[in-house]
């Protein structure tokens, strides 16, 4: 099954034709990638290599895991490595093997449709996987990844990425990045992600502080010297080319804690002595802090609140966090975010942008919010949400409200590098098919939406994040 | 980008067809106009002008200004008026201009359907508005305003309102109102909204007390006799005319208090002495209260719930309320409305018309409560929703259980006189589309579908309010 | 209005011919009923009659009566029983003739669906009822009653029914459920359903678990000799042909008790002691220990949350339960169901199969779970959201992340047995129309989508419930 020109569109022809129009203007604009999870190690080794199919495609996508999981299939058997280094399957034919076997599940899914994209459109590969083909394609696919043309460098010119975010933490000392802007002028940029020190309950918290002590220079031992290590950080970062922070929490709670408050939340966290209530309000106080220095040194903030992290405590034990077992929650953000918005949300100098795996929250709740206070914007479609049916909902539901000039463009958001360009042309695709569905409706003339469209596949991506 | 005259309808050919006939029997019914916030002003007045284009199409509408001020146009620079008397903006033109030179933010919502219909209709102008036309623009619609056509009388006979009801508070001695109906044959009728006394916590409840202590002739002192204002306030509306009640509250949370518990909450209140729990208890007594009274004297009941007003205080403090930053809560139904439900939700004699901001509890909570009580309605699609998807939600999340005869048809629910055509147009060409949908799909023939189109238009709005 | 052959697909042409081509292949399938409420005694008695057209349509079907009564009609009017034998409407044309006089209501709902397919496929009626007509279809129904293929028996065969699984109490003798089996050739299953003695707030609990004590032989005096009665019953209903267990809560709430506090919670309720939250907690627990004998013995799990049961006491009091006044709540499940993932979520072994009311936890938390859990399915849209749009939700929130394999096909969950067939049809019709929009879009093949429809109609049903 190749993948079809027209893919994606509504079958109405008067629809489709105004879509596949909309579409032919924005389908080779570059990719502009301001959060993701691409490792930096990727572009700082000129020669790095992907390693087997299975190392690329399989092992580290937990999209691709967890449906295999769900069905009875041992992690294991996948070569999905232990944290106890217990043996697992080392055959990457094998696993493979165990893959396309079962690539039936992805029928329907957007796993399924990155998959089939860049089988195709990096590998060539136009026939579709099954257990009969599986070695051959292995063969194809291992072949391929031998050639200069797959290495990381390679491929970030070919897919014509204009600029590439990662996400790291506020201990990280950017070798990478100091190496690629040393090296390579390609606009690879850090983004400041300091989870592991505001969330208290982060796994080795107290280790981390450390490590922000060390790479800081600060004695981290109270509430103040928390925050200026923070603050040079961002500084630091900001000077690696960091354009935003990213913060992620369960809630999107945020709270100021006065007279001291934070500072004995703080003390009691050094002592190991935190309840989860201080975790709750701390962070929702840093949230606040992490605004106020937006306000100051102009990162844009971004919020992904509402995953309850590593859900599964089984596989959480024997193989880690990021193995599919993070599931959504219902989220509150009409109440939860007030305290930061009554404190900086009139602030034309930041810019907030709010990722929810809520729908519910999308016309009741974000796309009003947005509509309303200037440093509100609304992120694309996040994790589950990425998908076709998910920016259908997205568009229906967020834009009469928000306008599109309150959401953030698209964000790929992932670890799969080769998937980026199917991410980005489901977006586009989606985007054109919506708004061709306004033009046919009469909601809006052709021009509009050949600038809505223009706007959703680059303009507001880099606008929205100063890119 | 002139009006199409098949705008909204599907681009299927076959549904579109359908949707075109259906329409052309609905569209020119009178307008029933059940719930709005219209001034009775402009009625009782028969000269009354209203002033330039900004003071007509952008001063009084939230939904124009907040979509500005999300994108960091100050509110002073649109002549929204500050409550301190601070100069803002005062040359209409120029706060023209910031609009048509911002006008594509509108691209997609419905203020932009809604605006773009009046512009046409009502002043003939079929260019968009952009920074270039603005001024010849405004010129065009300030001679207009001038003539006689352009007076609210001339509207309403021209709009073909056959009753249009305001939203009154209960100490409102309704002066325009008896204007009106000495002067003009027109039905113009007073809703009872008594949230100013019977919302604790609303601002001024304490004058607004001694207001309706003044117009009811009766002293206040305590709950007995603030019911007994309440009942001959209600008395008085219904020989004025009123025909419904109209009360708006955070949830939609119903609880009988007993043994004294409303004497001594009210007295708190005298005092200034309640907490929120209070407030929110009295709320919910006094909302089981007003259906009681509803039994009574046969006024409809509307219940507008899910809304945190004024949820941004540094544009309350400087501009007061009813500036675009009321947003949406999650809010809960089953367990709350079940106190006055059993109560009066077997009585047939009772009309209770519930409207949401959360679209969640349409399929879940209010259609099958709708489906059951024979004293409860749905109220159509309500502010944020008051859109093409918004309708289409609704039609889809709610008539297939509670089926069309639970719904309460169509409120425009605006201050903007001037969009209630645009406004009843767009829901009409909604259902008729949704109703055409049926048909091609062999649901319902062509004579339950024209059945229901009225209905959805005319019909029930008259049945449910009595009118 | 006779039914149509394309009735329910898109009128998109090209998704019309793909759906219908599809739906070909389908409609024939047998009929897999893993979940309903059909009494056995229907099949037990060779001889059984449905007795009067009211006696069939009417008085059995709370989907039927709740709507005349939400239009203010008597439930004494429509015959329903009164629980204090007060005398209802005896005349079984008056009641018919009251239907059909407000059959309208029914228009575009999924009860006037499954009215009009059973008028037609079963009694050859292609006139739509109305009040003219009335009693002239009464005479056709009550006439093609007396006829011997109208018996349950032959309409099962008629219907091309492979397996019926019926809702039994734990401490049913299933005595029908013997007699079938002696006499007759077909797999009419029974199914444990211990709410009566699970849920301590159950009316009449204490003589249910005296009734379970009784039929199994132990006297039940504490938690332990409770909980072998359980396994004792599950064994004996297992030798009877139950492939499920089925188990309802008004929470998806999971804890499991230690400590003893189990028999504590237990003793109160022998006692007349125990308070709401014994109650809830108990339920928890014991969906814990239920999950835990399914690993045991493969009895599949089905779970059933989110209903708030007899919601109207009126109604209730005079009519007693299943009178159309059960009002979903929202519910959470990534929470409250984690205690029971944790024990046994990741065991193969086990089948648990979750039912919701709210349509906002698909894509929020169930197919999320689904997706990763390999002992989760998520059961197909129950009651309210058993309709074409609720499927489509259903299609549309769910499969992009959980993909069908980790759904369990369809279930009827009716108590009326005539109206089985139309539900599967309305299913099958409403998921071929699904996959034809993923066809013709490109994001399946043909070939795929043959298989998935196969899968929606049958193999999914059979193989989640190891049928």
């Known amino acids: 099954m190749p ?21 032919q203007d924005v389908r080779a604009l570059p990719l502009v990638c301001p959060h993701g999870h691409v490792e930096p190690l990727l572009f700082s080794n000129p020669d790095y290599r992907f390693g087997s199919p299975v ?30 280094g217990t043996p697992v399957e080392g055959d990457p034919r094998r696993i493979w093997q165990t893959f ?14 990155w998959l089939a994209d860049t089988l195709e459109t990096v590998f060539g590969i136009r026939d579709r996987l099954d257990s009969a083909n599986a070695q051959a394609i ?3 696919i291992a072949a391929a990844l031998e050639q200069p043309e797959l290495r990381p460098r390679a491929l970030y010119d070919r897919f014509r990425i204009e600029v590439l975010c990662t996400t790291d933490a506020a201990s990280d000392t950017l070798e990478h990045h100091q190496t690629i802007r040393e090296q390579w002028n390609a606009r690879i940029l850090p983004t ?25 220079g600060l004695h981290i031992h109270n509430y103040a010297t928390f925050i200026q290590a923070l603050e040079d950080r961002r500084a630091f970062f900001k000077r ?9 929490a369960p809630t999107a709670h945020t709270e100021p804690l006065r007279d001291g408050a934070a500072e004995r939340i703080f003390q009691r966290a050094l002592h190991g002595e935190t309840n989860p209530e201080d975790v709750i309000r701390f962070t929702g ?55 930061l918005l009554d404190a900086h949300g009139n602030d034309t100098r930041l810019t907030l942008i709010v990722f929810t795996l809520d729908e519910s929250a999308y016309s009741r709740e974000l796309a009003p919010l947005a509509g309303h206070y200037p440093a509100l914007r609304l992120g694309p479609p996040w994790w589950f949400h990425d998908s076709l049916n998910g920016m259908r909902r997205y568009f229906e539901g967020v834009m009469e409200t928000a306008g599109i000039h309150n959401t953030a463009g698209f964000n790929d958001d992932t670890r799969a590098f080769l998937s980026i360009p199917a991410r980005h042309d489901v977006w586009r695709r989606a985007s054109c098919d919506w708004l061709a569905g306004l033009v046919v409706r009469h909601i809006i003339d052709e021009a509009d939406a050949a600038a809505m469209a223009r706007a959703c596949a680059y303009d507001l991506a880099k606008a929205t994040y100063r890119l």
Do not use: C
């Open 3 to 23: 993948l079809h020109p027209d893919r994606y569109f509504s079958p109405d022809p008067a629809q489709r034709a105004v879509a596949r129009q909309l579409y």
């Open 100 to 113: 396309a076997e079962h690539f039936d599940l992805f029928r329907g899914t957007p796993t399924g449709i």
């Open 192 to 216: 400041f992600r300091p989870d592991g020190v505001v969330n208290l309950d982060s796994e080795g918290w107290r280790a981390e502080i450390d490590r922000l002590s060390h790479v800081s």
């Open 285 to 339: 106080h840093m949230l606040i802090e992490m605004a106020r220095m937006s306000v100051e040194d102009g990162l844009v903030m971004q919020l992904h609140v509402g995953s309850h992290r590593n859900h599964n405590p089984a596989v959480y034990r024997r193989f880690g966090r990021d193995k599919g077992a993070d599931i959504p929650l219902a989220t509150e953000f009409t109440h939860s975010l007030k305290p």
């Open 240 to 248: 690696m080319g960091a354009v935003a922070t990213d913060h992620g």
């Open 55 to 84: 190392d690329l495609l399989i092992i580290p996508d937990h999209y691709v895991f967890r449906m295999l999981y769900s069905r009875g299939i041992a992690l294991e058997s996948l070569g999905i490595p232990t944290l106890d």
């Open 138 to 140: 292995y063969d194809h």
